[in-house]
């Protein structure tokens, strides 16, 4: 049976709205519940307060479903027969329905219309508000009106009297405020970080000026050794991040009016962001400038940079080409597999690690010796300073004097060794030896030259020596020659040139310059890549017979960064090349303030050791050279 519902509205204006809706049921449920037919949201009618059925096509039947009666053309019933033709007026509480049969689809038609309540008990109240307390309190005019002025006295007047009395107190110095509620921190947006957790009571050590915003002089009052203005000035930074569109234009409109200018460090250096340290600078900070950079600013020879993954320029190491005195010459280039630099060490990895020649011999001969015991490894001669990052240089007293002697003589017992880094005194030391003494026997010479490793070498090179001309200077000055000669001691692992001082017997020996840090614009760390194995990255080191290759990894290929870093984004994290993706944002490699030091610590807990350490045969005797800041 097909029933039509057709309630009505009335407006403000005494417009009536209808609502027409069909029920395809076999009975109409008229009641307060949701799901009826016909719904009457009115305290005075049951949940399902009657049904109505058709007997025939002509007829209905309506009949209460609970105890409660209704009333029908004026009487009172519970059950009756209603004339679909003949029609009828039906009140429930305070609702009249009236049936009709609907001209247009011929089915019978159930208007509804509330009309006044006769009694309180009978008037439609809405079920959400009949239990509230919405009589008794204000108007919403009024509570709003109130509310506003409430937030104003809280948030307003409080913290600026609280402000305003503090601050002739803040004149002094060492000035802090006591214990106890502080209108004006109702103002602060969290909890301060780590690195200044120890401003929590002075809030004017930053924001110096009411309703201004912090300016970076506040910054340098307390940084000013350990932060460091970026290379371009404020103006240039502003053109190299260009200018914002859109909804961000609009943004920056805003903040200037308000006395916010662009670029200060408040910008990257978020602050009460919470307790522990400052969050890392995300990526588009970065990206904000260096993404697209040469278009902004064509004369800039910075290369434009964005996700490492994706868009980053080749990397460029600073190389060692040479010594000008105590101090080497550095140049940048950019990586390529072939990169040489001027060391003076005669040093080749691929000798040293073979696993197969006449050291690896040495190694396992020496059993015990070595981190290994097949041949040498790359720990037997690197270590990493205290703190993990970098790898010390190497020291010839410490990795090599144990397979390299200089043992000359033996007195008692006792050897004595030419002084490493010292070339005036080797030549000296020889001199010395070589007065007066044994008989001669020329063939003995040969114990000038470099010997086998090992001590029972040693103690052979000393009998040599023992054994060695003692008239001096013929046969000293023989022994100077063949030291500094080729196959001699010094010759075999320094670069030795001529045109030297009478110091040194007319020899000059190159200063070694041992490079600490190849990479001065970005921070390697080791000790995170320290479950790596050596070759990982460094995949040429064991076949290398150059002397003078580099053999640090580049962006690209075989050992290569981008074989585990794959930028913030992770643009390469589905990649079958990539095993272990790394998730590496700028702020990993990089830092805004150039400095020597790891960019996610305090200044005062960096460790600078030297980016580029020149040595004298590695003995680490002389002054070295110091630190180049990036």
Wanted: hydrophobic share 35%; with cysteine.
């Amino acid at each position: 049976m097909s029933f039509v519902v057709r309630q009505i509205a009335l407006k403000s204006s005494g417009e009536e709205i209808v609502r027409r809706s069909v029920v395809e049921a076999a009975e109409l449920v008229i009641g307060r519940d949701a799901s009826s037919g016909i719904h009457l949201p009115d305290l005075a009618v049951d949940p399902r307060h009657a049904r109505i059925r058709a007997i025939d096509a002509d007829t209905l039947l309506i009949e209460s479903i609970g105890d409660q009666p209704f009333t029908v053309n004026g009487r009172s019933t519970s059950q009756t027969e209603l004339e679909i033709d003949i029609g009828a007026e039906l009140a429930f509480g305070g609702h009249r329905i009236t049936l009709a049969r609907e001209a247009e689809s011929g089915l019978p038609a159930f208007t509804v219309r509330r009309v006044e309540a006769v009694s309180e008990s009978a008037e439609a109240i809405d079920l959400g508000s009949a239990y509230t307390l919405q009589k008794l309190l204000p108007g919403k005019r009024l509570s709003a009106w109130g509310f506003a002025a409430l937030m104003l006295i809280a948030f307003l007047a409080v913290p600026i009297w609280s402000w305003a009395t503090y601050q002739p107190l803040a004149l002094h110095k060492d000035a802090r405020r006591p214990a106890g509620l502080h209108g004006d921190t109702a103002w602060s947006s969290g909890t301060l970080s780590t690195a200044h957790k120890n401003l929590g009571g002075d809030c004017q050590a930053c924001h110096v000026q009411a309703f201004v915003a912090v300016r970076d002089n506040a910054c340098m009052t307390c940084h000013k050794t350990d932060a460091h203005q970026h290379i371009a000035d404020g103006g240039r930074l502003l053109k190299a991040r260009g200018e914002p569109t859109g909804f961000a234009g609009f943004q920056r409109a805003v903040a200037s009016a308000f006395n916010k200018p662009a670029g200060r460090c408040v910008d990257c250096h978020t602050e009460h962001e919470g307790a522990g340290a400052m969050p890392a600078t995300r990526q588009q900070f970065c990206t904000d400038c260096h993404d697209g950079m040469k278009s902004r600013l064509s004369d800039t020879k910075i290369a434009d940079a964005a996700d490492f993954g994706t868009a980053h320029p080749q990397f460029r190491p600073m190389l060692v080409t040479g010594m000008q005195g105590d101090k080497p010459l550095l140049q940048r280039a950019v990586w390529s597999g072939n990169l040489r630099e001027n060391t003076g060490l005669k040093f080749t990895h691929g000798q040293h690690l073979s696993k197969t020649n006449g050291v690896a011999q040495m190694v396992r001969r020496r059993a015990g010796e070595f981190a290994a015991g097949d041949a040498l490894g790359c720990k037997d001669c690197h270590q990493t300073d205290s703190g993990g990052a970098r790898y010390k240089p190497v020291e010839m007293e410490k990795a090599c004097q144990s397979c390299h002697a200089l043992t000359f003589d033996e007195i008692g017992g006792t050897f004595r060794t030419l002084r490493h880094g010292e070339p005036e005194q080797v030549v000296a030391d020889l001199r010395a030896a070589f007065r007066g003494g044994t008989p001669p026997r020329p063939a003995s010479l040969s114990g000038m030259a470099r010997r086998i490793p090992g001590n029972a070498a040693m103690q052979a090179t000393a009998t040599d020596y023992a054994r060695a001309v003692h008239f001096y200077p013929m046969q000293a000055d023989q022994a100077v020659a063949q030291v500094f000669s080729k196959g001699g001691m010094c010759y075999d692992c320094h670069n030795v040139g001529r045109n030297g001082g009478a110091g040194t017997a007319g020899f000059t020996v190159q200063k070694v310059a041992q490079n600490g840090r190849y990479y001065n614009k970005g921070w390697f760390d080791h000790k995170d890549h320290r479950k790596s194995d050596c070759a990982t990255c460094h995949v040429k080191a064991a076949t290398s017979n150059d002397a003078d290759a580099v053999l640090i990894p580049g962006l690209e290929g075989p050992g290569g960064c981008r074989s585990c870093h794959v930028g913030e984004g992770g643009a390469k994290l589905a990649s079958a090349t990539v095993k272990e993706p790394v998730a590496s944002g700028c702020a990993m490699c990089h830092e805004y303030h150039m400095d020597s030091g790891e960019p996610w610590k305090p200044a005062d807990k960096r460790k600078k050791p030297a980016l580029l350490t020149a040595t004298w045969g590695a003995g680490l005797h002389k002054p070295r050279h110091p630190a180049t800041q990036r």
